[in-house]
């Protein structure tokens, strides 16, 4: 008698796309709002976007019930900061933490794509994307989810990255204004959602600059 | 080479004995609960059906409880996992009552915990085998969310579990709007609830529908449903094709 295995797995695919761009005085981050399972939507009004400082804003798609307890992770990490340090995290520094607390569970890994997005101590803007096991690298502009492959090579076209390779390196934040940004994150939801089932219902946008974080919204189709 | 061979505690889940302990399949089951906000509070309608497998077993199974004083509970899956979240919860409000604060634990501290709950029993590879819809009304708001065995959650205006995703969850998209009243809500509810009779498997014609307010729960003695199978289409099924069975 052959040992019974599990029917049933520990994770799922919630879905939905992820996108953040960094402006020289700026940072946008937008994800879409629908959660699904299989072919079905579970419900169109669900945020991904998690605000975990004063100036560092996450957005992550993937399974759901992870990301909600890596979010419930690093807020409660940021708190304790704040008490033994009496300030708010930078964005860098939460970048690391999101980095180890995502590797801590190498061997049982949150199913999360997040990206990560805010200003850095000099209030320019930064965007840190990472897979799901912790590997991060500081970009100009990133999207993940279900989308990401529709949304990425959109974004390559219309930022016209630097090569990473480039010495001495050059600087992949964008020279655009953050009304052209916003407009450009709309145009690649509003594209994904044709395409991608997962993808649409309505985009929530986060803007995060020095006057503090504001949050828009833009309906997606529905179907 | 013998090094001390380590010793398991004996309530450990590590190592090959313990499989046999972790939750494979669910057992005796519940099939959908369909729930939806309306201009008071909180509408929940369930069947009473236990099934064992194909087998009809249970007929008169509560699927939906009043947890605390503002909160109300269904679930589907397996009944035995029901129950015990029923033990985990009535400590939790045991505790919370034992304050003695005039301070209550409302629907969204409830259905937190139950998501937490949740999620570490799948942490576990030992997971509750049900899905919850936790509603509820505290000081004037309405609140309905849902948790999945594997700890997945959410809130809406209208939640369903199982079947009642394909089924029910469609009709609520359509005709669900702000400010139900109680009559339109109820006649929402069994109109998804005929539908999911008429076509889940496992649906018995034998319902409660549960109210939850301000002022309290209430939960309908059982009734069932009129159904109608004078339809063509049931009368004769083979008609459009023939050879069908």
């Known amino acids: 008698m052959t040992k019974q295995q599990a029917n049933w797995s520990p994770y799922d695919n919630s879905g939905g796309s992820c996108v953040a761009i960094a402006g020289a005085d700026y940072c946008v981050i ?7 399972t299989g072919y079905n939507i579970l419900t169109r009004e669900y945020s991904k976007i998690c605000k975990l400082a004063d100036k560092c804003v996450m957005a992550s798609s993937g399974f759901q019930a992870d990301v909600k307890a890596l979010q ?67 970009v100009g502009y990133s999207s993940q989810g279900s989308g990401s492959t529709l949304i990425t090579p959109f974004l390559d076209n219309q930022l016209k990255s630097p090569s990473p390779l480039l010495l001495p390196a050059q600087d992949a934040v964008t020279p655009l204004g953050e009304a052209e940004a916003i407009d450009l994150i709309k145009t690649v939801f509003a594209s994904a959602s044709e395409r991608d089932i997962y993808t649409g219902d309505k985009i929530e946008i986060v803007v995060v600059n020095a006057d503090g974080i504001r949050r828009e919204y833009m309906e997606l189709r529905k179907d | 080479m013998n090094f001390m061979a380590s010793k398991q505690p004996e309530n450990s889940l590590l190592g090959p004995e313990a499989d046999s302990q972790r939750t494979l399949y669910p057992y005796v089951t519940g099939t959908s609960v369909v729930a939806l906000k309306y201009k008071d509070g909180i509408l929940m309608a369930a069947d009473m059906g236990g099934s064992y497998g194909s087998t009809l077993r249970y007929k008169s199974v509560e699927r939906m409880k009043p947890i605390g004083k503002h909160s109300l509970l269904g679930a589907s899956g397996e009944i035995s996992d029901f129950q015990e979240i029923l033990r985990y919860l009535d400590e939790l409000i045991l505790y919370d009552n034992m304050w003695d604060d005039g301070n209550s634990l409302g629907p969204k501290e409830v259905h937190n915990y139950l998501t937490r709950v949740m999620y570490n029993r799948r942490n576990k590879f030992n997971p509750l085998w049900n899905s919850l819809v936790l509603g509820g009304v505290k000081n004037g708001q309405k609140y309905l969310g849902t948790v999945s065995m594997i700890g997945v959650n959410f809130e809406d ?77 049931f009368a004769n099924p083979a008609q459009g094709a023939v050879g069908t069975w």
């Open chain 1, 30 to 36: 937008a994800a879409d709002t629908r959660m699904s």
């Open chain 1, 72 to 138: 419930k992770q690093l807020a409660a990490r940021h708190l304790i900061y704040q008490h033994q340090h009496n300030k708010q995290m930078s964005c860098p520094a939460m970048a690391q933490l999101l980095s180890n607390t995502l590797y801590y569970k190498r061997f049982f890994p949150y199913y999360s794509f997040n990206v990560l997005g805010g200003l850095d101590n000099e209030g320019k803007g930064c965007v840190f994307t990472y897979d799901a096991v912790g590997s991060y690298e500081k």
């Open chain 2, 157 to 233: 205006n209208h939640v369903a579990t199982g079947f009642g995703n394909h089924l029910a969850r469609p009709i609520l998209r359509q005709e669900w709007h702000e400010n139900l009243s109680y009559e339109d809500g109820v006649r929402l509810l069994e109109k998804c609830m005929r539908v999911l009779l008429y076509r889940d498997r496992s649906a018995i014609n034998k319902l409660q529908i549960a109210k939850i307010t301000e002022e309290g729960m209430t939960i309908s003695q059982p009734y069932s449903l009129k159904t109608y199978w004078e339809f063509s289409a």
